[in-house]
């Protein structure tokens, strides 16, 4: 008997900048994590979150108790996952 696989096509969506550098992250890394264990994810960035895709604001916005947003952009962009702004 041939199991079936279910994948997910998920949507994460942020509304954090760099005032809130934790739950900034949130999208990239829900997504990053969606993408590992073999679902499909975007993310969509709304309000204050669109500023992170500026490098000199991703290179600056540094989490509590996660890595900087730009190494868990840098696995954001190679697992292909799209970004809407």
């Known amino acids: 008997m041939r199991k079936e696989i279910t994948i997910a ?21 829900y997504a990053n994590a969606a993408v590992e264990a073999g679902h499909e994810a975007r993310i969509g960035l709304i309000a ?9 604001v991703a290179n600056s916005v ?5 890595p900087p947003l730009k190494e868990i952009l840098a696995t954001t962009i190679k697992n292909k996952i799209p970004i809407d702004v």
Do not use: Q, Y
């Open 9 to 29: 096509k998920i949507v994460f969506f942020g509304s954090h900048g760099s005032e809130n550098p934790t739950k900034a992250v949130f999208p990239f890394l």
């Open 48 to 56: 204050d979150a669109v500023v992170l895709m500026r490098d000199v």
């Open 62 to 66: 540094v989490p509590v108790g996660w």
